[in-house]
């Protein structure tokens, strides 16, 4: 009999951008992020220890990876063996449904369910606190999907940052998901950070702006004001794509149908509805809004673009870790 640890984790969509490192080892970021999780697009990892092996194995969707992922998660594994004063390897097995690489958030998903399941069979007992911090290590935006609702990740050195839950209230917030493309994009934002730091001289107004930009979110947060939210959020992702188009060579993931869906939104804003865009390392764009009026723009944005797929996700569950037996 084996015990295998399976974890539950969601992505989460930032209002506030993660866009830059103060340290490319730790994986610290140069300025605060927000986010929200989703309901949508689960990720369910499960892990268990072989004794017995040399090395660890992984599988994506019932496929062996390629070296590269695997270097990249053994690699993180290594982290929570040296924590355990464990050595064993690690058999892991990932289904993600959501599209890996296209600026959705899987490798939050991704990370999040492996800091959960790895830390439990590994025998550590970790808070959300040391929850966040490990995955952050994988992944910075991992941080904040160990958190149900919305999450502030904060900077700091290794012990200082970690994201935090904040209660929601009565809030009521939904994402209206339109994926324009879900192909794997073409620079990871991983390089694309690296490259706006070192080459984008809008990169340093950028971290002003944003940290600007936090204050003001946090404080439409409290009054659970959601058009001040969004008009934060709309602004703020769109400083992050300017800091990008600064960067030598221009990184630019918005297509010109990311630009049909943004003209389609502020037209719904100016019909009185309460929608704002963001958009991440992808042409992909998320339409923050009331629950109640999402299938209405849903509709309206399939019109604008029928061959996207269009789902509405709301606030989601932090990650969750269950035992069991093979
Ligand atoms: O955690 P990473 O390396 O996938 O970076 C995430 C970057 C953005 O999605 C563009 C912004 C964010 O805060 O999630």
Known sequence: MTTTFTAVAHPNIALIKYWGKSDEELILPASPSFSMTLDAYPTTTTVRLDATAAEDSLSLDGRAAGAGQRARVSAFLDLVRQRAGRRERVVVE????????AGLASSAAGFAALAGAASAAFGLDLDLEELSRLARRGSGSASRSVHPGFALWRTGDDAGSYAEGLDAGDLDAALVIVVLNDAAKAVSSRVAMRATAETSPFYSAWLQASNDDLDQMLAAFEARDLDGMGQVAERNALRMHA????????????????????DAVAALRAEGLTAYATMDAGPNVKVLCPAGQASRIAE?????????????AGMGPGVRVYSGET
């Open 300 to 312: 309206a944005l399939a019109r604008v673009v029928p061959a996207a797929s269009i789902i509405t």
């Open 243 to 262: 800091s990008m188009l600064g960067a030598v060579p221009p990184i630019r993931y918005l297509g010109a149908d990311s630009f049909t869906v943004l």
């Open 94 to 101: 990932s289904r993600n449904t959501v599209p890996t690489g």
